[in-house]
């Protein structure tokens, strides 16, 4: 018999502080801001988050 530890789902502000980390410090609280009115479901889609940091100019890759 095993045991599995149950997953922890990551919180709101996991998900915020993951998305920020990789930004440049100078444009983080503007990205914080914006990030802050997102539903948790459009948090947990990076490719979203990316896409809207890059149409705000945040985000330069």
Same mark, same amino acid.
Do not use: C, H, Q
């Given at each position: =018999?095993? /045991?599995?530890?149950?997953? !922890? !789902?990551? $919180? %709101?502000? +996991? #998900?915020?502080?993951? *998305?920020?980390?990789?930004?440049?410090?100078?444009? %983080?609280?503007? *990205? %914080?801001? /914006?990030?802050? $009115?997102?539903?948790?479901?459009?948090? !947990?889609? =990076?490719? !979203?988050?990316? +896409? #809207?940091? %890059?149409?705000?100019? #945040? #985000?330069? /890759?």
């Amino acid at each position: =018999m095993s /045991i599995f530890k149950p997953v !922890k !789902k990551p $919180t %709101r502000k +996991e #998900l915020i502080e993951n *998305a920020l980390k990789d930004l440049d410090p100078s444009v %983080r609280e503007k *990205a %914080r801001e /914006i990030l802050e $009115t997102l539903d948790e479901n459009s948090l !947990k889609n =990076m490719d !979203k988050v990316k +896409e #809207l940091l %890059r149409k705000r100019g #945040l #985000l330069y /890759i």
